[in-house]
């Protein structure tokens, strides 16, 4: 066909003004989701409006007029509305709403993948819900929030009128669907290490008390049978001595009488407080040492990356699993890896290696290694002893003890030795499960 002068500028131009107005379109849509990625790790509460916040920017970007973000309960059976722009009450008042194979929501969840409904009140797929209809909820997408394995979520947006959506459309709602994937993995992780650090909280002060429950009746009970010794000694000198004692001497029997009971009476306050005091008994699973390390390792290094400490894991992916309580020997793993960065505070090379191996007779070794300061040679026994304990609980020996006794009475063993480059390297043992030749 033949243009015109006149012609050709004018159709170049509408061109140009449509390529100017997609690439506006498409650099709104990236600096959204850069937007988005920057602010996704922020503190608790920005979460929170974030994925409002989130929803808001879609509708917004994609020129949808609803959004709705549906979050996947925890027994995988229905959803809650997280957050929404302009979705019918009736749709979200709900507590929970079910997951349906014959919803939007539903299917999407079960496909795993993106699904675009062209028409939603016409498509064969689904359930004709009558609240969509009369809203006239018609064009959409939908994508799984997080992996298809493990989701999330479902994250939905629809038009009131048919339309068609493109490629990059969908890839814009795929990137803030991570973003929320993201959010959601964050709070996810934050509330089981805030469980997790409560059980060692509590697990750390049960033993705590039995410790100390031990130390108290093995420092006063001894004093305690001598001064009953000493003023039984007393009385019985004073017996035997007849005449030659006076008689206000005498008047003292029924005073060193009464100091025998007291002391008597205390030795017994003390063997009841011991009673009192959690045995320690252990509640033994099989488990996974590697992740039970990881995670005692990710509340004790909160500020590893503060105090520009290089951390590594060498941890043997091949390891049988170990019959332990869990949280015992979190709570060791805790107290020696928070040792270690101590020990690093005032070191010029900062190193921290978490690792794990098989070893000899039916056990899985632990080793928390660091480039510090390293342990005096002439109190690395004491470390390890409850005599060692100093009067201001000074180098965490009774952390060290606790955590001794606490691996002892899984069967294994804790020592420390002298990290090769320098510094120390608290090792220790736990059996590994019995079908696996364990004798435990």
């Known amino acids: 066909m033949n243009l015109s002068a006149e012609t050709v500028p004018r159709e170049l131009a509408e061109e140009y003004s449509q390529a100017q107005q997609e690439l506006g379109n498409r650099t709104r849509q990236l600096m959204a989701v850069a937007r988005l990625s920057r602010r996704v790790l922020a503190s608790p509460e920005l979460r929170k409006l974030l994925m409002k916040e989130t929803v808001a920017l879609i509708a917004r970007v994609l020129r949808v007029d609803y959004v709705k973000f549906l979050v ?10 997280q957050a929404d722009v302009s979705w019918p009450d009736d749709l979200g008042s709900q507590s929970e709403i079910p997951v349906t194979p014959d919803s939007v929501a539903g299917y999407t969840l079960r496909r795993g993948m993106p699904v675009i409904v062209q028409d939603r009140r016409t498509d064969p797929r689904f359930e004709a819900s009558v609240a969509i209809t009369e809203r006239d909820l018609v064009s ?3 994508v799984v929030v997080g992996a298809a394995e493990a989701p999330q979520g479902v994250l939905c947006a629809y038009t009131s009128n048919r339309r068609t959506f493109v490629e990059k459309e969908l890839l814009f709602l795929l990137a803030a669907a991570k973003a929320l994937g993201i959010v959601i993995e964050r709070e996810a992780t934050e509330s089981r290490m805030h469980r997790l650090r409560d059980r060692l909280l509590s697990a750390s002060r049960a033993s705590a008390m039995a410790e100390l429950g031990t130390l108290l009746a093995h420092q006063l009970n001894q004093p305690l049978s001598a001064l009953v010794n000493y003023v039984q000694a007393c009385r019985r000198k004073i017996a035997f001595s007849g005449a030659q004692v006076p008689e206000q001497i005498y008047q003292l029997m029924d005073v060193i009488d009464k100091a025998v009971r007291e002391a008597e009476r205390a030795a017994s306050i003390l063997r009841r407080f011991r009673a009192l005091v959690p045995s320690g008994e252990l509640h033994t699973l099989e488990e996974d040492i590697n992740r039970t390390l990881k995670d005692a390792a990710s509340l004790a290094l909160a500020d590893a990356a503060e105090k520009q400490i290089e951390v590594r894991y060498r941890l043997d992916p091949k390891l049988p699993k170990v019959v332990i ?10 107290e020696l890896i928070r040792h270690a960065v101590g020990s690093l505070e005032h070191s010029q090379r900062r190193q921290l290696i978490l690792s794990t191996q098989l070893a000899d007779g039916g056990m899985v070794e632990v080793q928390v290694a660091d480039t510090g300061e390293g342990i005096d040679p002439t109190r690395r026994d004491q470390l390890m002893l409850l005599e060692g304990i100093s009067e201001d609980g000074k180098d965490g020996a009774i952390a060290l003890a606790i955590g001794r006794s606490i691996i002892e009475t899984h069967g294994g063993k804790l020592w420390v030795s002298d990290t090769a480059d320098g510094g120390a390297t608290f090792h220790f043992t736990v059996p590994v499960s019995s079908d696996k030749g364990s004798s435990f």
Do not use: T
């Open 325 to 334: 309580d869990a949280i015992q020997i979190q709570q060791v793993l805790y």
């Open 72 to 81: 996947l309960l925890p027994h995988g059976k229905a959803f809650r509305l």
């Open 140 to 142: 959409g997408m939908s």
